[in-house]
T-cell receptor
């Protein structure tokens, strides 16, 4: 597609439920990143996929968070047993090559009630 | 942890004035980038400056980089109401191939 697509745009879930967030990167972009942004804060790195290499998971805050990227394209971020502190905007970005200019999606606003 | 710290946290100016935002970082970098964010959603890439460059221009944007002071500045000349947004610096350090973002400057341009 022309841009990075994220779905859903908004998600309200009850505490303790699992959620899946989807990111469809720009075709041909080998690098895919997940960040999250709490209200009024900067971006916190979560995970990075580059081609067929093992992902850099160093930013995942707990083992409740996991992500996969199928066929080098679409990625899914899964949060299990959601907590209220997981409420944030989850942003996905892709790039042609590493950290040389990301293209971001519009994000998924997750609210845990 | 945040690599970059922007200064000021918030800036309010009138249309036509220049806006200057500063970014400081902690470790050696490969490049530094500036992004704009409207309405708390997706960020838009504005400009990239490599560690061996000192100044770069793009339209009304001017970026400087001082690696000895580990700092950068973004100047927006002749600001417009449409420039109202949050601006973030981001650094690519070492072999990480991922960006670390600063805390952002909220710019308000009034008519």
């Amino acid at each position: 597609g022309a841009g990075v697509s994220q779905s859903p745009s908004n998600k309200v879930t009850e505490k303790g439920k699992d959620v899946e967030l989807r990111c469809d990167p720009i075709s041909g972009h080998t690098a895919l990143y997940w960040y999250r942004q709490s209200l009024g804060q900067g971006l916190e790195f979560l995970i990075y996929f580059q081609g067929n290499s093992a992902p850099d998971k160093s930013g995942l805050p707990s083992d409740r968070f996991s992500a996969e990227r199928t066929g080098g394209s679409v990625s899914t971020l899964t949060i299990q047993r959601t907590q209220q502190e997981d409420s944030a905007v989850y942003l996905c970005a892709s790039s042609l090559q590493g950290a040389y200019g990301y293209t971001f999606g519009s994000g998924t606003r997750l609210t845990v009630v | 942890s945040q690599q970059g710290e922007e200064d000021p946290q918030a800036l309010s100016i009138q249309e036509g004035e220049n806006a200057t935002m500063n970014c400081s970082y902690k470790t050696s970098i490969n490049n530094l980038q500036w992004y704009r964010q409207n309405s708390g959603r997706g960020l838009v890439h504005l400009i990239l400056i490599r560690s061996n460059e000192r100044e770069k221009h793009s339209g009304r944007l001017r970026v400087t980089l001082d690696t000895s002071k580990k700092s950068s500045s973004l100047l927006i000349t002749a600001s417009r109401a449409a420039d109202t947004a949050s601006y973030f610096c981001a650094t690519d350090a070492g072999t990480a191939s991922k960006l670390t973002f600063g805390t952002g400057t909220r710019l308000q341009v009034t008519l």
